[in-house]
């Protein structure tokens, strides 16, 4: 079965630092991979996906990511965060074939200081 | 468009009862997932409905269930409630069912069982 695991469950950054959340994935074939954010009190936002093509995909607010096929990896990165990017990041796997939706990591949460 | 909207936003219940929660899709979106979210467990798969049919189903006891209405709408039931249902319980839908389609989350219900 798929499993997705994000290392990090608490990172702290200062306004105007880049970012790297990473996420690491467990799928026999190439998966389709998201990653969303949510913001206290509120749903799943979707900042970005792969299926194929281009490993580096760009996504809404800045954010970037990078599907590294030989690392099992799936890192999000923004290059200057803003403290509106409080919020708790989750990476997820969606099945190309099977029984279930979406996968999801345990999240990472990040604090951006001023 | 309006977004997922879901009822209630908030719920307090007691062990033992039942309860329900309430999804309306995107307009013209047909597939309707659910997801359990919890500290201790993360994001689960729940179900997924699709033109009125279950189509997918994630690792829960019995006691939850769903339907989808022929407007897409859905609803899910959580029957004789344990104190670990606490939890949030988030709708999210897309235009079918395909794995290729983004999934479009709610804010979520916050059910509390005392």
């Known amino acids: 079965a798929q499993s997705v695991t994000q290392p990090d469950i608490h990172i702290t950054v200062s306004e105007g630092a880049s970012l790297e959340l990473r996420c690491n994935y467990s799928?026999?074939?190439?998966?389709?991979l998201f990653w969303y954010v949510q913001s206290p009190g509120q749903g799943l936002q979707l900042l970005l996906k792969y299926f194929s093509g281009d490993t580096l995909v760009q996504g809404i607010k800045g954010f970037e990511a990078e599907f590294k096929r030989s690392q099992s990896s799936f890192n999000l990165r923004k290059p200057s965060v803003h403290w509106s990017d409080a919020a708790e990041y989750f990476c997820?796997?969606?099945?190309?074939?099977?029984?279930?939706?979406?996968?999801f990591g345990k999240g990472t949460k990040l604090t951006v200081n001023p | 468009k309006a977004g997922v909207t879901q009822t209630p936003r908030y719920l307090i219940k007691t062990r033992g009862q039942q309860v329900t929660l309430s999804c309306s899709p995107i307009?013209?979106?047909?597939?309707v997932s659910w997801y359990q979210q919890t500290p201790g467990q993360g994001l689960q798969f729940l179900f997924e409905?699709?033109?009125?049919?279950?189509?997918n189903k994630g690792n829960f006891p019995g006691r939850f269930s769903g339907r989808q209405f022929s407007n897409s709408r859905s609803e899910m039931n959580v029957s004789t409630l344990e104190l670990g249902d606490s939890a949030l319980y988030l709708c999210a839908s897309s235009l079918v069912d395909k794995n290729t389609d983004t999934q479009y989350f709610g804010p979520g219900t916050r059910l509390t069982v005392l």
């Open positions: 997820a796997v969606g099945p190309q074939g099977g029984s279930e939706k979406l996968v």
């Open positions: 307009s013209g979106h047909r597939s």
């Open positions: 409905y699709f033109s009125e049919t279950q189509r």
């Open positions: 799928y026999g074939a190439t998966p389709y």
